[in-house]
């Protein structure tokens, strides 16, 4: 199987964190390559997982799907909708009046009809990561594999102190992705200092 030349680029870059040599390939079958082919998905995932970023984000209507055999219905929210296989985080429903719950691979909803969700995707093509994203997951996975990598409790502090300043930076640079408006349709509301000022 290939490796995207980010996944790569994001596991060396991890090694350098570490200050550690990093291994000649991900297939070269050493025990390095093991652990971050490992570790790697986690740390990704993880980063994703954080913050709405435009680059995972889908927008998708869920139909209502028959109650799966063996599940009890809670009476509450008794309408159950199929999760999409790739969602990581389910970031909100559009009709912020129905009542949800995620429930392993589905929403719960008391609304008997089709639903729709804003979500966090899982990443396949990660060339399409952007810059300070990537840094931010090289950070994550060098955190990961320090334990094993790196002796220096200090330097293990270090790495989670820059690994969250690098994440701060992906999530500041993704937050001009779109124009400043509200996601769930309800009127724009002004800020504190504004309104205080009418």
């Not at 993880?46 to 984000?57: K, M, N």
Request: aromatic share 8%; net charge negative.
């Amino acid at each position: 199987m290939a490796t995207p030349k980010a996944t790569s680029t994001i596991v060396s870059q991890a090694f350098r964190f570490m200050e550690v040599t990093a291994p000649s390939s991900l297939g070269d079958g050493s025990i390095k390559a093991t652990a971050a082919n490992e570790q790697y998905p986690l740390a990704l995932n993880a980063c994703l997982e954080q913050e709405d970023f435009s680059f995972a984000r889908r927008f998708v209507s869920l139909k209502l799907a028959n109650t799966p055999e063996g599940e009890v219905v809670d009476p509450d929210l008794p309408n159950f909708h199929v999760l999409p296989s790739d969602c990581l985080k389910l970031r909100g429903l559009r009709d912020k009046s129905i009542k949800w719950r995620i429930d392993g691979q589905y929403v719960l909803t008391d609304r008997a009809e089709a639903v729709a969700i804003r979500y966090t995707r899982q990443i396949t093509n990660e060339t399409r990561l952007p810059a300070l994203f990537q840094t931010a997951v090289s950070y994550q996975l060098a955190i990961l594999l320090a334990p094993v990598y790196v002796a220096s409790r200090t330097k293990r502090a270090d790495l989670v102190s820059d690994g969250a300043a690098a994440l701060r930076k992906a999530i500041d640079n993704d937050a001009v992705s779109a124009s400043h408006a509200r996601w769930d349709g309800m009127d724009d509301q002004g800020d504190w200092a504004s309104e205080a000022t009418r």
